[in-house]
């Protein structure tokens, strides 16, 4: 059983590390190609060119930025001169929300194995150690006692 617990606690380690290190090379990644996006769809933007700060934006499919913007800029595409500047950007800002959510939710992927992990481990090392613990009671005071009944059965004799 000790052996089982100790396999237990060994492979949620690994099992929390391979997840959080994931999430950092993926905000690594994520980072650095919205770092190279960005200035691009902004650009585009500025000469008025939406297609092609649409085309970047899908080029860029690891930049968080750039999945928020092409939702936005495809709303807006798809919008332009049929209603009021008003509803267009409401729809443009909710098309944004809609992407920024989706975003959110691939960003938060793994992080509910690291809550199961978080929660089951604390049992798991209390199991562990309560083992642990008998184990070296008995270790420790096994020698004492056997002594103090020696001690015992000299004076009876």
Known sequence: ?????LSVSVLFGILAWAIILNRVFYMHKARMAS???????????????????????EKWRDSHVASVAKGGLIS???????????????????????????VLARLKGSIRYLEAIG?????????????AAIYLALIVTAPSVVSQADHLLLRVV
């Open 119 to 131: 929660a089951i481990s604390p049992i798991v090392a209390l199991l562990y150690s309560h083992q």
């Open 76 to 102: 807006l595409r798809d919008d332009m001169g049929k209603d009021t500047s008003a509803g267009i950007v409401t729809r443009v800002e909710r098309a944004m929300t809609r992407e920024t959510d989706l």
């Open 1 to 5: 059983m000790n052996h089982v617990l």
């Open 35 to 57: 770092r190279q996006a960005a200035p691009a769809i902004g650009d585009n933007l500025k000469k008025s060119q939406l297609q092609e700060a649409i085309d970047i934006a």
